[in-house]
């Protein structure tokens, strides 16, 4: 099963039949004044292509991760934001009854 073209024309007037072929495995490309502007493929190929990214980008974060894991942690290892007092935050945190509730009025919420 190969690839065939179609110009937006022929799809549009074909579009039932277009769609069945898809249906059947096959995978079509549109083109629009002679460059191709889309491929057609079944919805069941569309979700393998669509996880296998999300699978990719996990594999990924993951080796990214496990990198880290064997590094050492030092000071160095976190930025330093100038002006920010972690102490003080922390404090302040303890402070509050509830700093998730605290934290909210600061966005505007309730």
């Known amino acids: 099963m190969g690839m065939d073209t179609f110009t937006l024309t022929e799809a549009r007037a074909q579009l039932p039949l277009l769609l069945n072929r898809v249906e059947n495995g096959e995978e079509l490309t549109i083109t629009r004044h002679g460059r191709p502007v889309a491929v057609v493929v079944g919805h069941a190929q569309w979700m393998k292509t669509a996880r296998y990214e999300v699978l990719e980008e996990?594999?990924?974060?993951?080796?990214?991760?496990?990198?880290?894991?064997?590094?050492?942690?030092?000071?160095?290892?976190?930025?330093?934001?100038?002006?920010?007092?972690?102490?003080?935050?922390?404090?302040?945190?303890?402070?509050?009854?509830?700093?998730?509730?605290?934290?909210?009025?600061?966005?505007?919420?309730?």
Do not use: Q
Not at 77 to 103: N, T
């Open 58 to 110: 996990a594999r990924s974060l993951r080796k990214r991760l496990d990198a880290l894991r064997e590094r050492p942690i030092t000071a160095e290892s976190f930025p330093v934001v100038p002006g920010y007092d972690a102490d003080a935050h922390i404090a302040e945190i303890r402070e509050s009854d509830d700093p998730w509730e605290r934290v909210e009025r600061e966005r505007g919420g309730s």
